[in-house]
């Protein structure tokens, strides 16, 4: 029933900047832990960022200090804010929704990810 569609994603230079976007389908956005994670090719899918129903964050350590994550939950809408990028930060950025009953999680949905290329 959820869907997650990213956008946002493109090539930018060393130290430069963009915003994801995570558009989400269905009524439990509002009540749904939303995070971001990225995959670089034959690596592991890392965790970015978190943000609760409630409006905890949490952060990976490599993008502490330059990326924000915030929602709007008029707009079904979780962002990515990412400052300060570094070639390392390079790879397909993934949406995550995470539906919990009790502190049971009883759904989680994936977007199709987007590409964030930060090169010269």
């Known amino acids: 029933q959820v869907q997650l569609v990213e956008s946002g994603g493109g090539l930018v230079q060393p130290g430069g900047s963009l915003r994801l976007s995570c558009v989400a389908s269905g009524s439990i956005f509002s009540i749904s832990t939303m995070s971001w994670y990225r995959q670089a090719p034959g690596k592991q899918r890392d965790l970015v960022a978190a943000?609760?129903?409630?409006?905890?964050?949490n952060y990976a350590d490599s993008v502490k200090g330059r990326f924000t994550i915030s929602r709007d939950n008029a707009k079904n809408t979780v962002y990515l804010q990412m400052n300060s990028l570094k070639p390392e930060d390079t790879a397909v950025y993934y949406c995550?929704?995470?539906?919990?009953?009790?502190?049971?999680?009883?759904?989680?949905?994936w977007g199709q990810g987007t590409q964030v290329t930060v090169s010269s």
């Open positions: 995550k929704l995470e539906w919990k009953n009790f502190g049971v999680l009883v759904a989680t949905h």
């Open positions: 943000i609760t129903s409630g409006g905890i964050t």
